[in-house]
């Protein structure tokens, strides 16, 4: 279970993060991913990096779960939300993600954003954090 605020209330953009965060952490891939619209986009980072290198994100369900079986599946990862931000149909969080890759570890200070429809269902996911700034150890 991620780390959270106290004040985590109900909000549709906040409430499907948990449930992104809820099923990273489980390793379940198929409830993260029956949490985005079919033509969402992932941009985690935002910009080209080594895991984008084209720095247009990952659009489409094909694209999202690529993203997942590269990234997230084959990793531990953890959540700790210091603050929320919810407003009109986004959430923005503040936070830290814990990502154990074998035996190393790796904290990521980061914003993500939320932008949900009128389903639900997540539109967009967009995480400003820096590779220069992760923390090893």
Same mark, same amino acid.
């Given at each position: !279970? &991620?780390?959270? &605020?106290?004040? $985590?209330?109900?909000?549709? %953009?906040?409430d499907a993060s948990l449930a992104s965060m809820r099923a990273v952490e489980a390793g379940d891939k198929a409830a993260w991913l029956a949490l985005f619209a079919d033509d969402a986009v992932?941009?985690?980072? +935002?910009? %080209? #990096? ?11 369900? %094909?694209?999202? /779960? ?5 990234? @997230?599946?084959?990793?531990?990862? #953890? $959540?700790? @939300? /210091? ?6 149909? /986004?959430?923005?969080? =503040?936070?830290? +993600?814990? *990502? @154990? !890759?074998?035996?190393?570890? =790796?904290?990521?200070?980061?914003? %993500?954003?939320?932008? =949900? ?5 997540? *539109? ?6 820096? @590779?220069? /700034?992760?923390?090893?150890?």
């Amino acid at each position: !279970m &991620p780390t959270l &605020p106290n004040d $985590f209330a109900p909000h549709p %953009a906040r409430d499907a993060s948990l449930a992104s965060m809820r099923a990273v952490e489980a390793g379940d891939k198929a409830a993260w991913l029956a949490l985005f619209a079919d033509d969402a986009v992932v941009e985690d980072p +935002i910009g %080209a #990096s080594a895991l984008d290198p084209s720095g247009q994100g990952h659009r489409g369900k %094909a694209a999202i /779960e690529a993203f997942y079986d590269t990234v @997230i599946g084959p990793n531990q990862v #953890s $959540f700790v @939300i /210091e603050r929320s931000h919810a407003a009109g149909n /986004e959430v923005a969080n =503040v936070g830290t +993600i814990t *990502t @154990i !890759m074998g035996d190393s570890t =790796v904290h990521t200070d980061l914003v %993500a954003t939320y932008r =949900v429809d009128d389903d639900g269902l997540v *539109t967009a996911l967009r995480a400003y954090w820096s @590779i220069d /700034e992760l923390r090893f150890g």
